[in-house]
């Protein structure tokens, strides 16, 4: 594959924030819909009638040729035409689904959703529950974190998975063998083997993390059992940072990092950054399921020379890991034709065809558990790692994800309310324990100002 | 005398004259007048509107009045974004107009060979768009493979850290200043153009050198251009966005989202979904930049009259 299709694949499924980009959310309360769903479910003789009527969709999405499941999906239901618009990545994406929300039209009747936005659109009532189409029959298709993805707040359900970014480890071998570091099994050997590689490398680090990493330090979070928010659907929100044992276990473990000065702490997704990945400055880098191909893509004078393995463990006799990026085919509740709408999503992602395709082709890391245990897609190795089964070691990983992590209904805030008060902590090794808590009392403010109430 | 007794007739014809002149003035104004309205004005009373308003995510929207802006009164973010661009006008300004003065001077004294080819030189980081010039600086000021830092490498020096917080502030005064002292150049280097060739042989007569034309007769003629470059750099210093927004991305530890008071009703609006209080930001913005425009022509201008 190209260097260019691998960056443009990746940034399907890379938490945008991660970019620098930030979302316009220019958003009110969610103006009444004036179609939205049923509430009772929907006959199968309904969706036949509906899948042979004349029927246009507009489907907003920046997955990368896209449009080779689409046509799978039309070749099925020749009477129902899609029109795939890219209105832009991330940032703008939201930004322009915010401002035809409130405008009450040119909102698409499908649209992309990244998990850790999916709150902040069914917070403003602009999701279709998909309930009465038939979706919750998949739920068993899907591990529960996924699953648990779609449906926050266990009321309703209100996308159908795309993609997802379990995390592992990228670490290079050769590298490490020259240092002497075996493969950290828990998060005590890796920072000693931190140190030790440091000891070997007066200019070169073990691996690198980003100030701007919200979305990155929440699957950290996830993986050490942190659950640090959660919201009723309504006007109350959990915002509990500096009481969870994980999210401070955490952060107290990366605040000795910085401050011992042998782990890089350069913004990620940068030049020096894709130079550093290149020329070996970093031999390691602890990312989502989308990282092994976007690796491969930027650091292609290094092919053949990485491995991938799972995170250090706190535990090692119980596995974990958290979910870093990923998203979601949702159906507005504006949309005019919502069954054709709910199909259209439920297609892509989960006929056999398109699923794998989405997985092998456009290299989506699949949420479904029936693609993932698909030896087309798990048995293929990569000479970039050696030949190691990539997919293989990252499906294992997917599995040991544990459920129950929610976002915040307001993640575009928390995400750059982390930036100036964790991140600054990350750039200037500052105090990373005292930068939670401001985290904490940032959002807490932000918040109440909104007009949430503090769940205890 | 003579017009009063003027027959009224005459009179008649010259007021219609004058009413078609009004008509056509008005008539090819026109177009400017509606893009104005609809573009500049409605939506300023219409953000003039929004700021007196808060909506909540939770609770909709209610009336607050002048809260808003009583609240960014009391914003360390705003307070400190405005005092940023404040220190940014004091240092850049002077040094960037300095330079402006400077290269129109002596293009204009007409003692450099290649004169064209340097004013068009001077003048070309102004053609780039400053978000090229970033990403172009923002790669010389790169801490492991900027140019910068291979050099000290070299010469075995600490690469320096041009990015770090207290340094970016003038990382990105850099960038301006050379995107723009060829654009002040031009004002300035026109302006000097149109001044009358006697001044200067009178001077030259009277036994004035070079340096005295320059310092006696150019600049004081030149008044008008550089006060107008002047307003022109303190409404652009406030109104900075590009370069640091973008520098953002590569320092985001040393420039805060809340860097410049427009990057801050940006990310107000934008991200913290909080378009009023944004509004109220940006209207108090327009004030501060009134003010000290109107305190920098005043200055001007009494220096003028003392003169």
Same mark, same amino acid.
């Given at each position: 594959?190209?260097?260019?299709?691998?960056?443009?694949?990746?940034?399907? =499924?890379?938490?945008?924030?991660?970019?620098?980009?930030?979302?316009?959310?220019?958003?009110?309360?969610?103006?009444?819909?004036?179609?939205?769903?049923?509430?009772?479910?929907?006959?199968?003789?309904?969706?036949?009638?509906?899948?042979?009527?004349?029927?246009?969709?507009?489907?907003?999405?920046?997955?990368?040729?896209?449009?080779?499941?689409?046509?799978?999906?039309?070749?099925?239901?020749?009477?129902?035409?899609?029109?795939?618009?890219?209105?832009?990545?991330?940032? !703008?994406?939201?930004?322009?689904?915010?401002? =035809?929300?409130?405008?009450?039209?040119?909102?698409?009747? #499908? #649209?992309?959703?990244?998990?850790?936005?999916?709150?902040?659109?069914?917070?403003?009532?602009?999701?279709?529950?998909?309930?009465?189409?038939?979706?919750?029959?998949?739920?068993?298709?899907?591990?529960?974190?996924?699953?648990?993805?779609?449906?926050?707040?266990?009321?309703?359900?209100?996308?159908?998975?795309?993609?997802?970014?379990?995390?592992?480890?990228?670490?290079?071998?050769?590298?490490?063998?020259?240092?002497?570091?075996? #493969?950290?099994?828990?998060?005590?050997?890796?920072?000693?083997?931190?140190?030790?590689?440091?000891?070997?490398?007066?200019?070169?680090?073990?691996?690198?993390?980003?100030?701007?990493?919200?979305?990155?330090?929440?699957?950290?979070?996830?993986?050490?059992?942190?659950?640090?928010?959660?919201?009723?659907?309504?006007?109350?929100?959990?915002?509990?940072?500096?009481?969870?044992?994980?999210?401070?276990?955490?952060? %107290?473990?990366?605040?000795?990092?910085?401050?011992?000065?042998?782990?890089?702490?350069?913004?990620?997704?940068?030049?020096?950054?894709?130079?550093?990945?290149?020329?070996?400055?970093?031999?390691?880098?602890?990312?989502?399921?989308?990282?092994?191909?976007?690796?491969?893509?930027?650091?292609?004078?290094?092919?053949?020379?990485?491995?991938?393995?799972?995170?250090?463990?706190?535990?090692?006799?119980?596995?974990?890991?958290?979910?870093?990026?990923?998203?979601?085919? =949702?159906?507005?509740?504006?949309?005019?034709?919502?069954?054709?709408?709910?199909?259209?999503?439920?297609?892509?992602?989960?006929?056999?065809?398109?699923?794998?395709?989405?997985?092998?082709?456009?290299?989506?890391?699949?949420?479904?558990?029936?693609?993932?245990?698909?030896?087309?897609?798990?048995? !293929?190795?990569?000479?970039?790692?050696?030949?190691?089964?990539?997919?293989?070691?990252?499906?294992?990983?997917?599995?040991?994800?544990?459920?129950?992590?929610?976002?915040?209904?307001?993640?575009?805030?928390?995400?750059?309310?982390?930036?100036?008060?964790?991140?600054?902590?990350?750039?200037?090794?500052?105090?990373?324990?005292?930068?939670?808590? %401001?985290?904490?009392?940032?959002?807490?403010?932000?918040?109440?100002?909104?007009?949430?109430?503090? =769940?205890? | 005398?003579?017009?009063?007794?003027?027959?009224?007739? *005459?009179?008649?014809?010259?007021?219609?004259?004058?009413?078609?002149? /009004?008509?056509?003035?008005?008539?090819?104004?026109?177009?400017?007048?509606?893009?104005?309205?609809?573009?500049? &004005?409605?939506?300023?009373?219409?953000?003039?509107?929004?700021?007196?308003?808060?909506?909540?995510?939770?609770?909709?929207?209610?009336?607050?009045?002048?809260?808003?802006?009583?609240?960014?009164?009391?914003?360390?973010?705003?307070?400190?974004?405005?005092?940023?661009?404040?220190?940014?006008?004091?240092?850049?300004?002077?040094?960037?107009?300095?330079?402006?003065?400077?290269?129109?001077?002596?293009?204009?004294?007409?003692?450099?060979?290649?004169?064209?080819?340097?004013?068009?030189?001077?003048?070309?980081?102004?053609?780039?768009?400053?978000?090229?010039?970033?990403?172009?600086?923002?790669?010389?000021?790169?801490?492991?493979?900027?140019?910068?830092?291979?050099?000290?490498?070299?010469?075995?020096?600490?690469? $320096?850290?041009?990015?770090?917080?207290?340094?970016?502030?003038?990382?990105?005064?850099?960038?301006?200043?050379?995107?723009?002292?060829?654009?002040?150049?031009?004002?300035?280097?026109? &302006?000097?153009?149109?001044?009358?060739?006697?001044?200067?042989?009178?001077?030259?007569?009277?036994?004035?050198?070079?340096?005295?034309?320059?310092?006696?007769?150019?600049?004081?003629?030149?008044?008008?251009?550089?006060?107008?470059?002047?307003?022109?750099?303190?409404?652009?210093?406030?109104?900075?966005?590009?370069? $640091?927004?973008?520098?953002?991305?590569?320092?985001?530890?040393?420039?805060?989202?809340?860097?410049?008071?427009?990057?801050?009703? /940006? *990310?107000?609006?934008?991200?913290?979904?909080?378009?009023? /209080?944004?509004?109220?930001?940006?209207?108090?913005?327009?004030?501060?930049?009134?003010?000290?425009?109107?305190?920098?022509?005043?200055?001007?201008?009494?220096?003028?009259?003392?003169?």
């Amino acid at each position: 594959m190209t260097r260019e299709i691998s960056r443009r694949s990746i940034l399907a =499924a890379i938490p945008l924030a991660a970019l620098g980009v930030s979302a316009l959310t220019a958003c009110g309360n969610g103006a009444p819909a004036a179609a939205g769903g049923p509430a009772s479910p929907v006959s199968q003789s309904d969706i036949d009638a509906a899948m042979k009527k004349d029927t246009k969709l507009t489907f907003w999405t920046w997955v990368p040729d896209i449009q080779k499941e689409v046509n799978l999906f039309q070749a099925k239901y020749p009477a129902v035409k899609v029109e795939v618009v890219n209105v832009g990545q991330g940032g !703008a994406h939201y930004q322009k689904l915010r401002a =035809a929300i409130q405008a009450g039209k040119g909102a698409p009747d #499908v #649209v992309q959703m990244e998990f850790d936005k999916l709150p902040s659109f069914t917070l403003t009532d602009s999701l279709m529950d998909l309930t009465p189409y038939g979706i919750g029959d998949l739920k068993s298709d899907y591990p529960g974190w996924v699953w648990g993805g779609v449906t926050p707040g266990g009321k309703g359900i209100y996308g159908v998975p795309q993609d997802t970014g379990p995390m592992g480890m990228l670490y290079r071998e050769d590298l490490f063998a020259a240092a002497g570091v075996t #493969v950290p099994k828990t998060w005590d050997d890796f920072a000693a083997a931190v140190t030790a590689y440091r000891g070997k490398n007066a200019s070169s680090m073990l691996t690198n993390w980003a100030p701007s990493s919200e979305a990155n330090m929440l699957a950290l979070f996830w993986q050490a059992g942190g659950r640090p928010f959660s919201f009723d659907g309504t006007k109350s929100v959990k915002i509990n940072l500096t009481g969870d044992a994980g999210c401070k276990k955490v952060t %107290a473990y990366w605040n000795d990092l910085f401050r011992s000065g042998n782990i890089g702490n350069e913004p990620d997704f940068a030049d020096a950054w894709y130079q550093a990945l290149n020329n070996g400055k970093y031999a390691a880098w602890l990312t989502g399921a989308w990282g092994p191909v976007f690796l491969q893509g930027t650091a292609k004078s290094t092919a053949g020379k990485w491995r991938v393995a799972p995170l250090p463990q706190w535990d090692s006799s119980s596995p974990a890991s958290g979910n870093y990026g990923g998203s979601t085919d =949702a159906v507005l509740k504006t949309s005019q034709n919502p069954i054709a709408a709910a199909m259209l999503a439920r297609f892509i992602n989960t006929d056999e065809k398109a699923a794998l395709t989405l997985a092998n082709e456009q290299f989506l890391f699949p949420p479904s558990t029936k693609t993932l245990n698909n030896p087309a897609f798990s048995d !293929a190795s990569a000479s970039f790692y050696g030949g190691q089964k990539v997919n293989k070691e990252f499906t294992d990983i997917s599995r040991t994800v544990q459920e129950g992590f929610q976002f915040l209904p307001f993640n575009d805030y928390a995400a750059t309310s982390y930036d100036k008060t964790m991140g600054k902590a990350i750039g200037d090794r500052g105090d990373l324990n005292a930068a939670l808590s %401001a985290w904490q009392d940032d959002l807490v403010q932000y918040a109440k100002g909104q007009g949430f109430t503090i =769940a205890s | 005398m003579t017009q009063q007794t003027r027959p009224p007739l *005459q009179r008649k014809t010259a007021n219609v004259a004058k009413r078609r002149q /009004y008509a056509a003035a008005y008539t090819l104004s026109m177009p400017f007048m509606v893009v104005f309205i609809l573009m500049i &004005a409605v939506p300023l009373i219409y953000a003039g509107y929004l700021s007196f308003f808060k909506k909540q995510l939770i609770g909709g929207v209610s009336f607050v009045g002048l809260d808003n802006y009583g609240r960014a009164l009391t914003d360390p973010s705003f307070l400190g974004g405005v005092g940023r661009m404040a220190l940014f006008l004091v240092v850049q300004v002077p040094v960037m107009l300095g330079l402006s003065l400077l290269f129109a001077l002596v293009l204009d004294s007409g003692m450099l060979r290649l004169q064209r080819f340097i004013r068009l030189g001077v003048f070309l980081p102004y053609a780039i768009p400053s978000v090229i010039a970033t990403l172009m600086w923002g790669y010389l000021y790169g801490k492991d493979f900027g140019p910068f830092a291979q050099l000290a490498k070299a010469l075995g020096l600490p690469a $320096p850290d041009f990015l770090a917080g207290g340094n970016v502030l003038f990382s990105i005064m850099n960038i301006v200043t050379w995107g723009f002292v060829g654009y002040n150049m031009i004002v300035m280097y026109a &302006a000097l153009r149109s001044i009358p060739a006697e001044l200067y042989e009178a001077a030259r007569v009277d036994g004035a050198s070079e340096w005295r034309v320059a310092w006696s007769i150019k600049i004081p003629a030149i008044r008008g251009a550089l006060l107008l470059t002047t307003i022109f750099s303190v409404i652009g210093s406030f109104q900075l966005f590009n370069e $640091p927004n973008l520098l953002r991305v590569i320092a985001p530890a040393a420039i805060g989202q809340d860097y410049t008071p427009n990057m801050y009703a /940006y *990310q107000l609006s934008f991200v913290n979904q909080d378009s009023n /209080y944004a509004a109220a930001i940006a209207f108090l913005l327009g004030i501060v930049i009134m003010a000290v425009s109107y305190v920098v022509q005043l200055t001007a201008n009494r220096k003028e009259k003392e003169s």
